[in-house]
C-alpha cells in the first residue's frame, strides 16, 4: 500500500520570501502525485498534478512541484509567497492502475507574516 | 464551473441525536466520498461510493452509514451523534476514469455535537 508523509505541520515564513513544502511518498508501483490547497473555511482545491512527462509540474497561483522518483519526493516550492499563501497543504498519491481513491498526508499549514 | 455543495457550513447538534450531511455535485461524476478532516490527522476516509445505490467503508466508517439514491447526491448519517464526531466533514466527487483524476470537494461542514 502507498503512503504519504509531509515532513512538517507547520512552515512559518516572511512575505516575498520563498517557500519549499516536503512531501515524500512510498509506493512500490508507479504513482500519481497532487498538491491541494485549503484555505481558511475552504475545500480543498487542486494546485497541480504529476501524471507522467517533465518532472517539473507548474500549478496555480505561481506554485511548482518537482516529482523526483529516487528520492520519491514531490515537493512543492513558490518564489516569493503572498500573505493570501497562508493556508493548509496536502500532498496526496495515487497508484497507477490502482485504486481512485488517492492516499492524502496529514498536511502542512504555511504561515505567511507580513 | 463544477461546484460540490453541502448543505450546511455550520452544524450544532446533541449527544444521540440522528444528523444528516448532504452533499450535492453538479458534474456528473460517478465517485463520491466522504471524510473527516481532524487537526493533525489530515483527510480521513469515511465512505465513498463509486455508483449509485453502491457503496463502500473508508478507513473509519465506525458511527456512520450512506446513501446514495440519485448520481448527484451523496448523504452523510451519523445515526446517534456522539462528542467525538464533532469535527469537519468534506464531501468530494471524481470522475469515473482512475486514481490520476483530482477530486473536487465541497466547502465542508463544522459539525459540533455537545
Known amino acids: 500500500a502507498q503512503s504519504v508523509t509531509q515532513l512538517d505541520s507547520q512552515v512559518p515564513v516572511f512575505e516575498e520570501a520563498p517557500v519549499e513544502l516536503r512531501c515524500n511518498y512510498s509506493s512500490s508501483v508507479s504513482v500519481y502525485l497532487f498538491w491541494y490547497v485549503q484555505y481558511p473555511n475552504q475545500g480543498l482545491q487542486l494546485l497541480l498534478k504529476?501524471?507522467?512527462?517533465?518532472?517539473l509540474v507548474k500549478g496555480i497561483n505561481g506554485f511548482e512541484a518537482e516529482f523526483n522518483k529516487s528520492q520519491t519526493s514531490f515537493h512543492l516550492r513558490k518564489p516569493s509567497v503572498h500573505i493570501s499563501d497562508t493556508a493548509e497543504y496536502f500532498c496526496?498519491?495515487?497508484?497507477?492502475?490502482?485504486?481512485?481513491?488517492?492516499?492524502f498526508g496529514r498536511g502542512t499549514s504555511l504561515i505567511v507574516h507580513p | 464551473d463544477v461546484k460540490v455543495t453541502q448543505s450546511s457550513r455550520y452544524l450544532v447538534k446533541r449527544t444521540g441525536e440522528k444528523v444528516f450531511l448532504e452533499c450535492v455535485q453538479d458534474?456528473?461524476?460517478?465517485?463520491m466520498f466522504w471524510y473527516r478532516q481532524d487537526p493533525g490527522l489530515g483527510l480521513r476516509l469515511i465512505y465513498f461510493s463509486y455508483d449509485v445505490k453502491m457503496k463502500e467503508k473508508g478507513d473509519i466508517p465506525e458511527g456512520y452509514s450512506v446513501s446514495r439514491e440519485k448520481k448527484e447526491r451523496f448523504s452523510l448519517i451519523l445515526e446517534s451523534a456522539s462528542t467525538n464526531q464533532t469535527s469537519m466533514y468534506l464531501c468530494?466527487?471524481?470522475?469515473?476514469?482512475?486514481?490520476?483524476?483530482?477530486?473536487?470537494f465541497g466547502p465542508g461542514t463544522r459539525l459540533t455535537v455537545l
Open positions: 468530494a466527487s471524481s470522475l469515473a476514469g482512475g486514481p490520476g483524476d483530482e477530486q473536487f
Open positions: 496526496a498519491v495515487g497508484v497507477v492502475g490502482g485504486s481512485y481513491i488517492p492516499t
Open positions: 504529476y501524471l507522467s512527462g517533465s518532472t
Open positions: 458534474m456528473d461524476h460517478e465517485n
